[in-house]
């Protein structure tokens, strides 16, 4: 799997979860950068800004959909996975509409993380070959 | 009839088996649990320098739901306010960081190279910068904190004090704290030295619930250190490294864990 073909970013203010999920993600090859807060990311997002965002809803400032949402509007291309404890439709409604790959309501399944961060990859390679 | 009478019996007999196993007066304490938090915080802040061993464990879940346990045991040696040398070895990598209160050094002596950063300033802080800006996992490191207790209880939406369990033969006060995304437990040796004996934290992100646990073997204060422990020379033939590549220095491999199969 050339898991190294894309750029996986986590943002979770919780640094224990931030912990897992990059031993997770490097268990099955992926090299995940981690983030505490959406400000951070914004300050330390490396170019091109383009990847794979795995992104916690529940952040103390800057909300992750605010976050998408500047990034949107900023012309970058990230794939966005949301994760949420709170089960909000509303939330759920609006990551779609702003093209979230993902919406993982916590807890999750570690292969529905997975599954979605391939799916980020393949979307890349389509964007990539067209 | 005869079915529900023996489920009774059964339900009675288990429900007496586990009341049983239940310390008197150990019930659910959370004024307790800060407590002894701060005692220990207190406590651990307070020692100008302190030498400790450990152990520590890391559950990863493969995609294929196998739990696999990796394992790693270190030392570190903290002298206040500003100096800290630790060293963690495993079955991947050996780590030694060097911090002189200016400028902290990086050694992964398996892959014989490392990474220097500026970091003026308190081990306090230096921890923050890591963490932050480095993405360098120190798990367990906040307990050595100056003020460990504002750390910790950051973000506690419930606390325990759930009894007393024994930890390599010393008796501790066992705690369970819940957070939003983890809970975490936290054994605190009984008596004059309320230290840090065991940490284990879980989280509740992903369906298998994967913990890090962090056992002190050995702990000791009031050691002297000399300046020079705490300075970092190069090993000869050692490479700088891309502050990137720190995270080859983690405490497990790089991609699914393999094995044979038997």
Not at chain 2, 25 to 36: H, N, T
Request: net charge negative.
């Amino acid at each position: 799997m050339p898991q190294d073909s894309i750029k996986v970013y986590v943002v979770d203010d919780d640094d224990s979860i931030r912990r897992a999920l990059k031993r997770l993600l490097r268990s099955v090859g992926y090299h995940a950068q981690t983030f505490e807060s959406a400000e951070e990311f914004l300050e330390f997002a490396p170019k091109p800004d383009e990847g794979c965002l795995v992104l916690d809803i529940h952040l103390p400032k800057m909300t992750g959909l605010d976050l998408q949402k500047k990034l949107v509007s900023k012309g970058a291309n990230y794939s966005v996975i949301f994760m949420t404890t709170y089960d909000n439709p509303h939330w759920q409604e609006r990551a779609e509409k702003m093209g979230a790959v993902a919406y993982l309501k916590k807890p999750f399944n570690e292969q529905a993380l997975i599954a979605a961060i391939d799916q980020c990859r393949l979307c890349r390679k389509e964007r990539i070959h067209q | 009839m005869k079915t529900k009478v023996i489920l009774t019996t059964l339900l009675a007999s288990t429900l007496a088996v586990i009341l049983a196993a239940i310390p008197a007066g150990a019930g659910p304490q959370e004024s307790d649990a800060m407590s002894i938090l701060k005692t220990m915080s207190d406590y651990v802040g307070s020692q100008k320098t302190i030498q400790l061993a450990f152990d520590s464990d890391i559950e990863v879940i493969t995609p294929q739901l196998e739990k696999i346990q990796f394992t790693n045991s270190g030392e570190a040696l903290l002298n206040r306010p500003d100096k800290l040398r630790a060293h963690r070895v495993g079955g991947y990598s050996d780590v030694e960081l060097i911090f002189d209160g200016k400028t902290v050094s990086i050694f992964g002596r398996s892959v014989n190279g490392y990474a220097q950063f500026d970091a003026p300033g308190t081990v306090d802080q230096l921890l923050e910068a890591l963490r932050l800006g480095h993405g360098v996992a120190l798990p367990g490191a906040d307990l050595l904190l100056s003020n460990s207790y504002d750390v910790l209880i950051a973000g506690i939406e419930e606390s325990k004090h759930i009894g007393r369990g024994v930890i390599n033969g010393l008796e501790c006060e066992h705690l369970a704290f819940r957070n939003f995304d983890t809970d975490w437990q936290l054994w605190v040796e009984v008596g004059q030295r309320p230290i840090p004996r065991k940490l284990v934290i879980t989280s509740k992100t992903l369906n298998s619930a994967p913990q890090y646990t962090l056992r002190v073997k050995e702990w000791k204060t009031g050691v002297e250190p000399t300046p020079q422990e705490f300075v970092f020379t190069p090993p000869a033939g050692a490479q700088i490294l891309d502050p990137n590549a720190l995270i080859e220095l983690d405490e497990l491999p790089q991609g699914a864990p393999q094995g044979g199969n038997q």
